[in-house]
């Protein structure tokens, strides 16, 4: 049989060159020749030209009219850990593939190996691959999580053929991949984790997840800017993206679903980190609030909605004298938006910080991506600026436009009520967030409507009694 040769292919232009290179020869782009499996010989791309070995296949892939199919429900299994049921859409989907982001010790092997004893315990087989760790390691963290009797099924290997090979022999309900990075295969020269790889044996890893029905779970490791390593092309590949978010310093931990083919994202799972494991959280709506005994400059709580639930996080500013080129640095927030909220606020309200170094922060290491939280970023700008807190029990929300326009946030009435829930007394929302006129107390919330940027800062002068500008 003929050697099968491998290729190198360019990410940028799609360029081939049958050595690795520095430099693309098609298109002189730097490092982007990446190593790829050839098709087996006598078959595979090559051979298809217009035409003559097109014939060879005819009928080889049926049509099938859309409406006939069986539109099959998917089937789920609920993994018995609630939280992450929830950010799943409802349990494990058969022949789905999950991929499972996180930070270097956020918890990814603990969740998921509490999942897979759950699914065992539930008379699902389960799998558990680990490539990073040796089976004495996760019998520890087994024991350590109160799972000393766990049936789950043990595979300590990184070749992929080996593991597609057991895979295909036991077909579990439910295998996990811990992690992609450190599979190889052998049909690759490149060393385990390079981008080659990692996307080569997740296609694998799918393609055998489709036609087994077993569930697949990557995980993943993410790189210093917080990005997947490896490539994107990855979240492309597989039908949900789970991220681990949180502080490592706190306990707290969230699972935030940014793709799911089965379900909605940007549902989120909490988890409290203990010593016995992962716990979840049922009621997470104050556990990102700081406790200040007394209200403190540049300190703002958000009602953000993350999935179906209200959430109340804290939102920090700190403005502070800057050198010759001021900071602008932002922890859980966007910082283009940062940037972007400071030149609305100084043109359409006049608090200037250009001088300044400003930093933001989302108190608890959670993520903010939704528009909604531009005011409240605003409102502790100013607060910090001026030295002076926001009264006792003060929330906002509510988007920010170039013009200074201050928009509607989804599902307004929803933050509302979490926010007198939870004994807040004063809100400043949009004005299409608002309820009724008859209304604007909402049990014990005092709500303010605001239009416009300016009109919020000039209601934070009007509640302490300062008409000074900022
Ligand atoms: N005795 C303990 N009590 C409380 N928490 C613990 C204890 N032992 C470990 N942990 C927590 O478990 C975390 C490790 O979790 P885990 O190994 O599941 O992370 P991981 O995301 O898989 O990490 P890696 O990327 O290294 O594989 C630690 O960072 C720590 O927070
Ligand atoms: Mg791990």
Same mark, same amino acid.
């Given at each position: =049989?003929?050697?099968?040769?491998?290729? $190198?292919?360019?990410?940028?232009?799609?360029?081939?060159?049958?050595?690795?290179?520095?430099?693309?020869? &098609?298109?002189?782009?730097?490092?982007?020749?990446?190593?790829?499996?050839?098709?087996?010989?006598?078959?595979?791309?090559?051979?298809?030209?217009?035409?003559?070995? $097109?014939?060879?296949?005819?009928?080889?892939?049926?049509?099938?009219?859309?409406?006939?199919?069986?539109?099959?429900?998917?089937?789920?299994?609920?993994?018995?850990?609630?939280?992450?049921?929830?950010?799943?859409?409802?349990?494990?989907?058969?022949?789905?593939?999950? @991929?499972?982001?996180?930070?270097?010790?956020?918890?990814?092997?603990?969740? @998921?190996?509490?999942?897979?004893?759950?699914?065992?315990?539930?008379?699902? =087989? +389960?799998?558990?691959?680990?490539?990073?760790?040796?089976?004495?390691?996760? &019998? *520890?963290?087994?024991?350590?999580?109160?799972?000393?009797?766990?049936?789950?099924?043990?595979?300590?290997?990184?070749?992929?053929?080996?593991?597609?090979?057991? *895979?295909?022999?036991?077909?579990?309900?439910? +295998?996990?991949?811990?992690?992609?990075?450190?599979? $190889?295969?052998?049909? *690759?020269?490149?060393?385990?984790?390079?981008?080659?790889?990692?996307?080569?044996?997740?296609?694998?890893?799918?393609?055998?997840?489709?036609?087994?029905?077993?569930?697949?779970?990557?995980?993943?490791?993410?790189?210093?800017?917080?990005?997947?390593?490896?490539?994107?092309?990855?979240?492309?590949?597989?039908?949900?993206?789970?991220?681990?978010?949180?502080?490592?310093?706190?306990?707290?931990?969230?699972?935030?679903?940014?793709?799911?083919?089965?379900?909605?994202?940007?549902?989120?799972?909490?988890?409290?980190?203990?010593?016995?494991? @992962?716990?979840?959280?049922?009621?997470?709506?104050?556990?990102?609030?700081?406790?200040?005994?007394?209200?403190?400059?540049?300190?703002?709580?958000?009602?953000?909605?993350?999935?179906?639930?209200?959430?109340?996080?804290?939102?920090?500013?700190?403005?502070?004298?800057?050198?010759?080129?001021?900071?602008?640095?932002?922890?859980?927030?966007?910082?283009?938006?940062?940037? =972007?909220?400071?030149?609305?606020?100084?043109?359409?309200?006049?608090?200037?910080?250009?001088?300044?170094?400003?930093?933001?922060?989302?108190?608890?290491?959670?993520?903010?991506?939704?528009?909604?939280?531009?005011?409240?970023?605003?409102? &502790?700008?100013?607060?910090?600026?001026?030295?002076?807190?926001?009264?006792?029990?003060?929330?906002?929300?509510?988007?920010?436009?170039?013009?200074?326009?201050?928009?509607?946030?989804?599902?307004?009435?929803?933050?509302?009520?979490?926010?007198?829930?939870?004994?807040?007394?004063?809100?400043?929302?949009?004005?299409?967030?608002?309820?009724?006129? &008859?209304?604007?107390?909402?049990?014990?919330?005092?709500?303010?409507?605001?239009?416009?940027?300016?009109?919020?800062?000039? *209601?934070?002068?009007?509640?302490?009694?300062?008409?000074?500008?900022?």
């Amino acid at each position: =049989m003929a050697k099968e040769k491998t290729t $190198y292919v360019c990410s940028e232009c799609g360029g081939t060159s049958p050595r690795w290179l520095g430099k693309c020869p &098609a298109c002189g782009a730097w490092n982007t020749l990446i190593e790829q499996a050839a098709a087996p010989a006598g078959g595979g791309a090559q051979n298809n030209r217009f035409g003559q070995s $097109y014939a060879a296949l005819a009928g080889s892939s049926e049509l099938a009219v859309l409406a006939e199919i069986e539109a099959a429900d998917v089937a789920r299994t609920p993994t018995g850990i609630e939280e992450l049921d929830r950010v799943l859409g409802g349990g494990i989907v058969a022949g789905g593939v999950t @991929l499972i982001g996180g930070d270097p010790g956020i918890g990814k092997s603990t969740l @998921l190996l509490q999942a897979t004893d759950a699914l065992q315990n539930a008379g699902q =087989m +389960a799998l558990y691959v680990t490539g990073e760790e040796s089976g004495a390691q996760v &019998a *520890l963290r087994a024991r350590r999580l109160g799972l000393e009797r766990s049936q789950v099924q043990l595979m300590a290997e990184i070749q992929l053929e080996k593991i597609l090979a057991t *895979l295909d022999t036991h077909r579990p309900a439910i +295998a996990v991949i811990d992690s992609i990075q450190t599979i $190889y295969s052998d049909q *690759l020269t490149s060393a385990p984790g390079s981008v080659a790889q990692v996307r080569e044996c997740a296609a694998h890893l799918t393609r055998f997840a489709k036609a087994s029905g077993t569930a697949v779970v990557l995980v993943g490791h993410v790189t210093k800017e917080g990005a997947l390593a490896g490539p994107r092309v990855l979240e492309h590949m597989v039908d949900t993206v789970l991220y681990f978010e949180g502080d490592t310093h706190s306990s707290f931990r969230l699972v935030r679903a940014i793709k799911n083919r089965f379900g909605a994202v940007n549902e989120i799972g909490v988890f409290a980190m203990t010593e016995r494991g @992962l716990r979840g959280v049922a009621n997470p709506s104050a556990i990102f609030l700081s406790q200040h005994e007394q209200p403190v400059p540049g300190s703002v709580v958000l009602v953000t909605l993350e999935g179906t639930r209200p959430m109340l996080v804290e939102i920090q500013a700190l403005v502070d004298d800057g050198g010759p080129s001021p900071r602008r640095l932002s922890v859980g927030l966007e910082r283009d938006r940062l940037a =972007m909220l400071l030149a609305v606020l100084h043109r359409h309200a006049g608090v200037a910080c250009m001088d300044q170094d400003v930093f933001v922060n989302a108190v608890g290491g959670v993520r903010i991506s939704e528009p909604a939280a531009d005011l409240s970023v605003m409102l &502790a700008i100013a607060s910090s600026l001026r030295g002076k807190p926001l009264p006792k029990g003060f929330v906002a929300f509510g988007e920010v436009g170039l013009a200074g326009e201050v928009r509607p946030a989804p599902r307004g009435q929803e933050r509302l009520r979490e926010a007198a829930k939870l004994g807040f007394s004063i809100a400043v929302v949009p004005k299409a967030n608002a309820p009724k006129k &008859a209304m604007r107390e909402l049990e014990g919330l005092t709500i303010h409507p605001v239009e416009r940027v300016e009109q919020a800062i000039e *209601l934070l002068r009007s509640i302490d009694g300062d008409n000074r500008a900022p």
